[in-house]
């Protein structure tokens, strides 16, 4: 039986007192790389957040190898969207990787000699090495993806979420990322991938998570990623959920 | 000349004071009918910046005429209003500046400048820089009065009833180009054209005001009464109107609390307006935080009194003959100060009976249970059967969901299920 | 300390405030949040007035403290209007600047009355400072603020970094950015107070901005911007007060910042405006030479291994070209191409470039075409890019492909490496 490294229970997550994430319960096993599909507005990106803290739940818990994240953050590694970021900020390349040794380093202390080292491997794990004194702002999709990438290998993690890594980059950067997560999955580690594309799930993924504003399945991608599941997943929102979760943002049934 | 005719002539005899307010409450609607689309532009910091940076455009003009009549004053202001326009809008967009740094820098520099200008080239009472900050409400009076009007309250006027043109001439425009500049320009109207005409008109308006009111008070009476207006309201000519009436009901407060405590006029219309925003903060019916509060408190009495409801059905089902107590029933539903209220109003609904500390519901009060159990158990239903959800999940779901169900919903919900007449627990499905 | 002349101390006073306001205002611009240096700045005058009615004195630590408290308030005030009401950040700002120098106007007015001890200047002495007016305690205030700021920017360096850039991840890692966000605000604060007695409202205003915005305009990285603010900072103070005699000395620093700024601006490399248009040229040159190159190729293909003579006519017919005549010499003098008269004639160098130009942009016409179904008149990408972009498999497939159409350029591999840097031509990616 193999060790959870994800779990989550029963949680609901609301915008605004509108619930956008419904009684999600799922359970990761240790060492998958986990696909996370679903059409767009389907909390895709929300399911993330909520799992690392950055937003509230209404009910239910995420637990990380079976403790609360606060515990555990030291075994997580994020890749956020590139949209999130100011990419106009005066940081190198090798600054955004070197703040990935950050959590690690706590209060005060200053990046050393060994935190360099850590920069210089992830650059080179991820193709960048070349351009480690280059501004963000002058890199590519791809490369910019990429030093995202090696900032999370710098977090030195057992448990990884990336979202979106291969919206708008190019197909060598998509390549590279992919050998990148077959690497990290053969070293132990667990990966879930908010991804949107359905035509690699079969090849990229060992399991995938399927996601409209519910749970559709959650399971091994032989088994789970089946067109039955599919058309639940992409049919169209349940207009019941709709309605009660507007009813709930209006805090009484609707007239 | 046109301008020297009297134009109140006809009007019976206008105090001092009289004066003030009216000058003051013109100021305020001068600015308050430009303030709005400032707020929803989100720019209302520029309110601020061109009211600092219009001060060289001001000297200039000053010393070109050679003295201190309107003409003149308002071509520098526009000339610098636009001039500071396009400054910042060229920092922002061709030296990658952000855009509250363009402001700041391009507002503070051009306000050294006139300052720079003022002790170089001009000298004297009329420039006295402080006056411009803080106005000189107080001396309102019919000294050098133009068309029977004192001075400040006839340029106000004037502007105030050019701001009123522009606006109901160009409405759609700025209303389009306020809240979708992307489509307003594709349909040919300009929304550059429209920035750079609502910058100058504020430049403009400011000028006129700074006699009265002084610069930092204008930055308010442009922007206060309009975000107070924008929490009452969510239609743009609503707004509008409301922003004025909320200036002038500023500038009367300001002014009798001034006479009251004696002391600065404007500073004190100010304030007024200040606390009218944080009025409206809290009472706005639709946004203010008291009324959230109430709607709070109300969801989670209906809570409640549904949930003591629902348990008394259950209790019934289960076939007991024994009847709760009001304090085991305010246990049961979590317990807290609002379960007694809760019971009271249940009791004069009629919806429950209460026997001394034993409840019991009525034929209503059955009534209404039957339906909130039947959601939940409808809903529970709807988890297992659609979402797939095990059975030990669902109860708390419903428990939650149950409240906000109408009938219309549950008609639904019965159409999707499989109709058989029992829950996944068993339980029947009233 | 008493060795010092008056001048001297203002010298060093303003310097220490620039520096330490450069520091702080880097913070402020990179978070959007120039302007509340502004807000503070006004907000600071209920404080002192309050502070000064309590105590009757004017004592500048008292002073400082009541300003800093009316700040932080206006800070509170700020985030809570942000948080609970639906008007936006830039008017939140806006309505608490002038609400709170509103208030502080009316209590200036208060203390302005006889009997209460404050004079008829304060207003001015508040909005413009008296640098003129440096005192051995405000030195010593000045110095200590400055040591324990840059302390904290020193030991939060990184905390700060990572919160400024990335929010979110900084928050996943387990930061309290929230926390870590009002200290940079208090930092902000701190200053802006301490310097407000000694230059006013307006050049603080302009220090928390444009020294920051200059440096901006020089590095990438965070660490050089906040050292180069802080230098900016001190020699405006220096220079300022130096250059400006005879000149207000608060307007006479701001506009040596201003101009500072202003040669940043056009000046700086790679981010200055002259170099940007410059890299732009460049590189339109550097593209129209590779058209040359690669239209030169085409016309001669035919023909190889054998180096034809191309005249002029023929090359002016085969495309649109700009300035033809500068760009056939340009390519002369680079080695590319022999002249004799008007016909030129690849030289090896030429040949192989020329060669390299073409396979590329052909593989990308193949990959668009084969891979994205766009039609061939539709391609032209740079001519790096296919190599670095697309994966191996690929790229022998295309190739393969290219050379059964007849089309693959012969290539040899020693040509030399490409005339332009990797940096240039990265930069001006889109």
Request: charged share 20%; hydrophobic share 50%.
């Amino acid at each position: 039986m193999s060790t959870v490294a994800f779990e989550i229970h029963d949680m609901t997550v609301a915008y605004q007192r509108r619930p956008v994430l419904w009684d999600i319960d799922l359970t990761i096993p240790e060492g998958n790389l986990v696909g996370i599909v679903g059409p767009n507005g389907a909390g895709k990106t929300t399911l993330i957040k909520a799992a690392l803290g950055l937003v509230p739940l209404a009910s239910g818990k995420v637990e990380i190898y079976g403790k609360s994240y606060r515990d555990q953050r030291r075994l997580v590694g994020y890749v956020p969207q590139r949209e999130s970021v100011d990419w106009d900020f005066p940081v190198t390349v090798n600054d955004v990787v070197l703040m990935g040794t950050y959590g690690r380093l706590g209060w005060f202390r200053r990046p050393g000699r060994p935190e360099r080292d850590i920069a210089e491997k992830c650059l080179e794990q991820v193709g960048m090495s070349a351009f480690a004194n280059r501004q963000i702002r002058q890199l590519s999709g791809g490369q910019q993806q990429r030093v995202f990438l090696a900032r999370a290998l710098a977090q030195d993690a057992q448990l990884y979420f990336l979202d979106e890594p291969f919206a708008g980059v190019d197909a060598a950067t998509e390549s590279a990322i992919v050998d990148l997560l077959h690497t990290l999955r053969s070293g132990g580690k667990t990966v879930l991938v908010v991804h949107h594309d359905l035509q690699t799930v079969r090849d990229y993924f060992d399991h995938v998570i399927l996601l409209n504003m519910r749970l559709i399945a959650c399971g091994p991608v032989d088994t789970t990623f089946t067109n039955d599941n599919l058309q639940k997943t992409y049919g169209g929102r349940l207009t019941i959920l709709d309605e009660a979760a507007e009813a709930m943002r209006q805090r009484e049934p609707l007239r | 000349m046109i301008l020297q005719t009297p134009i109140f002539a006809a009007m019976p005899e206008v105090t001092p004071g009289q004066w003030v307010v009216l000058t003051g409450a013109a100021t305020n609607v001068a600015c308050a009918l430009l303030g709005c689309f400032l707020v929803l532009r989100r720019m209302s910091m520029m309110g601020d910046a061109l009211s600092h940076a219009v001060l060289p455009g001001l000297v200039v003009a000053f010393l070109f005429s050679g003295s201190m009549s309107i003409l003149p004053l308002f071509a520098g202001a526009v000339a610098c209003g636009l001039l500071t326009t396009f400054l910042i809008q060229t920092l922002h967009q061709y030296g990658r500046v952000p855009s509250d740094a363009s402001m700041g820098v391009v507002f503070t520099s051009m306000f050294a400048l006139g300052v720079v200008l003022v002790k170089k080239f001009v000298s004297g009472l009329h420039f006295d820089i402080a006056c411009v900050y803080e106005g000189t409400l107080e001396l309102v009076s019919l000294a050098d009065p133009i068309g029977g009007l004192p001075r400040p309250l006839f340029t106000t006027l004037l502007v105030l009833l050019v701001n009123l043109a522009v606006l109901v001439l160009l409405w759609k425009e700025l209303k389009l180009s306020s809240f979708d500049p992307a489509l307003a320009t594709t349909i040919g109207i300009s929304a550059t054209a429209m920035h750079y005409l609502l910058m100058t008109l504020v430049a403009v308006t400011a000028v006129a005001s700074f006699e009265a009111v002084g610069s930092i008070l204008v930055v308010a009476m442009l922007i206060v009464p309009a975000a107070t207006a924008n929490l009452l309201t969510d239609r743009l000519a609503v707004m509008v109107l409301l922003s004025a009436a909320v200036g002038v009901a500023s500038s009367v407060l300001g002014y009798w609390a001034a006479a009251f405590w004696d002391t600065n006029i404007a500073g004190m219309m100010t304030v007024a307006a200040g606390l009218l925003y944080v009025l409206a903060v809290f009472l706005s019916p639709r946004y203010g935080v008291c009324s959230t509060l109430v709607r709070n408190v109300r969801m989670s009495l209906r809570v409640l009194r549904e949930d003591l409801l629902a348990m008394l059905y259950r209790v019934e089902e289960l076939g007991s003959q024994k009847q709760m107590t009001a304090a085991e029933a305010s246990e049961a539903v979590g317990g807290g100060w609002l379960v007694g209220w809760g019971v009271r109003e249940l009791v004069q609904k009629g919806r429950i009976l209460r026997d001394g500390e034993r409840l019991q519901l009525t034929d209503k009060g059955r009534q209404d249970a039957r339906q909130l159990v039947r959601s939940h158990r409808l809903w529970e239903t709807y988890l297992v059967q659609h979402l797939g959800m095990p059975l030990d999940h669902v109860h708390e779901p419903a428990h939650r969901v149950e409240h906000f169900i109408n009938e219309q919903l549950r008609q639904e919900l019965e159409s999707e299920i499989d109709p058989s007449r029992q829950d996944p627990h068993g339980r029947d499905i009233p | 300390m008493t060795g010092l002349s008056l001048t001297e101390k203002v010298m060093i006073g303003t310097s220490l405030l620039g520096g330490m306001s450069g520091v702080v205002g880097c913070f402020a611009v990179l978070r959007g949040r120039s302007l509340v240096g502004d807000m503070l700045a006004h907000a600071a005058l209920p404080g002192v007035c309050l502070a000064f009615l309590l105590m009757g004195t004017r004592n500048l630590l008292g002073l400082s403290l009541g300003a800093l408290a009316s700040g932080l308030l206006a800070i509170a005030a700020v985030t809570i209007i942000v948080r609970w009401t639906r008007t936006k950040e830039d008017a939140a700002i806006g309505i608490v600047l002038s609400t709170f120098f509103g208030a502080g106007v009316v209590l200036l007015s208060q203390i302005q009355k006889p009997g209460v001890g404050g004079s008829k200047a304060g207003l001015d002495a508040y909005l413009f400072g008296e640098p003129g007016n440096m005192l051995n305690g405000d030195l010593v205030l000045l110095t200590v603020v400055a040591v324990v700021v840059l302390v904290f920017v020193g030991l939060l360096f990184k905390e700060f970094q990572i919160v400024c850039f990335d929010t979110d991840f900084a928050q996943s890692q387990g930061w309290p950015t929230l926390r870590l966000d009002l200290v940079m605000m208090a930092s902000l604060a701190v200053v802006t107070i301490v310097g407000l007695p000694i230059v006013g409202v307006i050049l603080m205003t302009a220090m928390i901005i444009l020294p920051a915005a200059t440096a901006r305009f020089w590095t990438n990285r965070l660490h050089v911007m906040l050292l180069l603010a802080g230098g900016f900072g001190i020699a405006a103070g220096l220079f300022g007060t130096k250059l400006g005699r005879g000149l207000p000395a608060g307007a006479a620093i701001v506009l040596t910042a201003a101009s500072l700024f202003i040669l940043s601006l056009l000046f700086a490399p790679q981010r200055g405006i002259v170099a940007r248009l410059l890299a732009e040229y460049r590189l339109r040159k550097r593209i129209a030479r590779e058209h040359l190159l690669r239209a030169l190729y085409e016309l001669s293909e035919a023909q190889l291994p054998e180096l034809i003579t191309l005249d002029l006519q023929t090359i002016q017919d085969y495309r649109y070209w700009r300035s033809l005549e500068s760009l056939l010499q340009q390519a002369v003098e680079a080695g590319e191409l022999q002249r004799s008269g008007k016909t030129f004639q690849f030289t090896p160098l030429g040949l192989r470039r020329a060669a390299k130009l073409t396979k590329a942009h052909r593989l990308w016409e193949m990959f668009m075409m084969q891979h994205v179904g766009i039609a061939p008149d539709h391609v032209d990408r740079d001519a790096d890019d296919v190599e670095h972009l697309l994966p191996e498999g690929l790229l022998i497939e295309l190739e393969q492909k290219l050379a059964s159409e007849g089309r693959l350029p012969d290539v040899v591999e020693e040509v030399p490496i490409s005339p332009h840097s990797l940096g240039a031509d990265k930069a001006t990616r889109p």
